[in-house]
């Protein structure tokens, strides 16, 4: 089976030419698509972070990563109190969804990342919910917490923080980041 009919959204002589299986197709992108295209990767960011106190408690100086982070933070949270009922999350992925992904004027290559990055931000609420149920998180971390929890928790962070900086490169660089069934999925969500 050729790589072009076990994914279709790959072009036949990038695959040829290159040898690598990439999602770089539908033509060059704009400098500004590309800087539009990684601000919705801030939002798993930003989600992410309170997964990352057990490290953040070994590792201080891992904080300094999120410092440029610090003012969108602050006006996360003001929205998280500004709308107490329903949440800032809610209301940012409605917004990114509707106004974004579902618009056909926007350009392929930003309504993918913008997907990809609401469907990181979906996998950080997944966790999130599960770990609460089964009571593995708690504030920060205590001692009361299990060093199982802790590296749960702490291997969720790393994963999601990696795969946002990895698609945040990408989309600077004007390519399509794969990340394993969250690309195949954001690629399903936007087809033309």
Known sequence: ????????????????????????????????????????YILPLIQVYAFGFFLFSQFPFLQWLYVPLMPVMQLYQFLNQL????GADFVIFFALYLLVVRNEKVQHF???????????SIFTYLCMAVLQLIGIVQQGASISVPLFGNVVVTLIFLAVVVASI???VQAVRGMYAEIPLISQAAYTGTRD
């Open 110 to 120: 930003i309504r993918f990342h913008t997907l990809q990055a609401l469907l990181l």
């Open 1 to 40: 089976m050729s790589t072009y009919l076990r994914y279709p959204w790959l072009s036949s002589i990038d695959c040829l030419t290159t040898g690598e299986i990439k999602m770089a197709w539908r033509g060059s992108t704009t400098t500004q698509n590309r800087l539009l295209s990684c601000l919705p």
């Open 166 to 168: 990895y698609s945040i």
């Open 83 to 86: 709308i107490p009922f329903i």
